[in-house]
């Protein structure tokens, strides 16, 4: 059982739309990471949410941590290419980071 | 200051040799975190450690894996023998100590095993 679900797994837009991907858990969790990867380097981190509803913007991407922490939001919004790659979010529980599977990402020029 | 190092980049050997994995981490970071990902199965925590101690080793997936820190700049990851479905790429990440664990990732090893 994948106690972190991300949504969807795969993702091609065109370059300028809107987007948001999705983490789900039946968990709580008392932070929450997103990390984007590119292929042959190791994930980065990109933001740490903690709060229940907090909201975290990064340029054009905006994070958000579900009011019972149990779920989390990334939405890009007017896609450039450059944001192409493996989204992985992780969720803190106990003394253990936990990562979903990720939504990859493919923005054409 | 340097980031998470890992050495080598690339290894491919052949079934029932010994692989050891370093990791250098980021200096002055408490965590040291072994991962494995695979498209199958997506980034999974082998091991960690916490001031050079191993603290949860359950995710190490067989007694042909094993993990040391001998000291708070190195850790190696040894597989022996190592099998075919150990392909996959490793990771290595440290993390300093605050509530939340931000990890630093290596760049990974990509590891073949035929």
């Known amino acids: 059982t994948q106690l972190l679900e991300q949504s969807p797994q795969f993702l091609s837009i065109q370059e300028g739309e809107n987007l948001t991907v999705y983490c789900n858990s039946s968990?709580?969790?008392?932070?929450l990471q997103w990390y984007r990867q590119e292929p042959g380097e190791g994930p980065v981190l990109l933001v740490t949410?903690?709060?229940?509803?907090e909201v975290k913007k990064l340029k054009r991407l905006t994070f958000q941590f579900g009011d019972a922490r149990k779920d989390s939001s990334l939405h890009i919004t007017a896609a450039q290419p450059g944001d192409t790659g493996l989204y992985l979010c992780?969720?803190?529980?106990?003394?253990?980071?936990?990562f979903g599977k990720g939504t990859r990402l493919h923005i054409l020029p | 200051d340097a980031g998470v190092i890992q050495s080598p980049r690339h290894e491919v050997t052949e079934m029932g040799q010994e692989v050891t994995l370093r990791c250098k981490p980021i200096?002055?970071?408490?965590?040291l975190f072994w991962y494995r990902q695979t498209m199958m199965r997506g980034l999974e925590l082998l091991i960690y450690?916490?001031?050079?101690?191993?603290?949860?080793d359950s995710g190490m997936p067989e007694d042909r894996f094993s993990a040391k820190m001998p000291n708070a700049s190195f850790s190696t990851l040894k597989i022996q023998p190592s099998e075919p479905r150990d392909s996959a790429v490793y990771f290595c990440?440290?993390?300093?100590?605050?509530?939340?664990?931000?990890?630093?990732f290596g760049p990974g090893t990509r590891l073949t095993v035929t």
């Open positions: 200096s002055g970071h408490d965590y």
């Open positions: 949410v903690v709060t229940g509803g």
């Open positions: 968990s709580v969790f008392s932070s």
């Open positions: 992780a969720g803190r529980r106990d003394d253990k980071i936990i």
């Open positions: 450690f916490n001031n050079n101690v191993p603290i949860d």
């Open positions: 990440a440290s993390s300093p100590m605050t509530l939340t664990y931000e990890q630093y």
